[in-house]
């Protein structure tokens, strides 16, 4: 199973849901942000070196704090180097090893985005609750299903103590799949930058239940879709 998570607008917590929703599902995560990489580097080869053919798939996925990563370069030279037309054999080498993929899309609906949809099973899309962030989600929707990949969940990040119920219905009755909402919460920020899912470092905060019911969710589409059992009904 391949997961793209993406979501149009920059800054809603892409990266923090990758990296979570990685844990949840023990998947391999791979940073697809050429240009502005966010999950935590390894030093070792990158997805730049692997979308410029110096080495293979499986020799970039290092573990970082516990979870796999296919980590990106950080450099502009790397950046250019790439061959975006190799990620789609990229992604299925890393699924035939290790199962699961959960892929950080880069922001906006451009080809970088499109390219990873076209490639996984579902999009988990991200926003917050605000217009502009629900309006791009509703386009990279959009995108997604003009690609045949279907809506695994919505993730409403940093909802705020008394969010506008308004917004917050609309996006539950339009979107068509499971809405998750995520209260904002500095925990999850601080792990983030550690570079570890919060499960690890607070495994009583309440972001910690929210990406279990996105995992779960992928599952069971995933046990449809495919008729896999999953990984130990996750954590069940």
Sequence with gaps: MIVAVCGGKGGVGKSTCALNLADELDAVTVDCDLTTADLPAHG???LH?????RVSPLE????????????CGR?????????????PTVLDRVER????VVVDCPAGIAR????????????VLVTELSRAGVVDAWRTRRLALDLETAIGAVVINRVPANPEEELLERVESRFGAPVVSIERDDAVAKAQAAGRPIRRVDPAAPAVEAFEA????????ERSRFGRLGVDSLRS
């Design 44 to 46: 070792g080869p990158d």
């Design 49 to 53: 070196d692997v979308l410029a053919g």
């Design 60 to 71: 970039g996925v290092k573990s970082v704090g516990g979870i796999q990563i296919l980590s």
């Design 75 to 87: 450099s502009l030279e790397g950046a250019r180097a790439v061959d975006i037309t190799r990620l």
């Design 97 to 100: 090893r290790r199962e699961r």
């Design 112 to 123: 970088d985005v499109g390219t990873v949809l076209a490639s996984a099973d579902f999009a």
């Design 214 to 221: 996105v995992g779960q969710y992928l599952e069971r589409a």
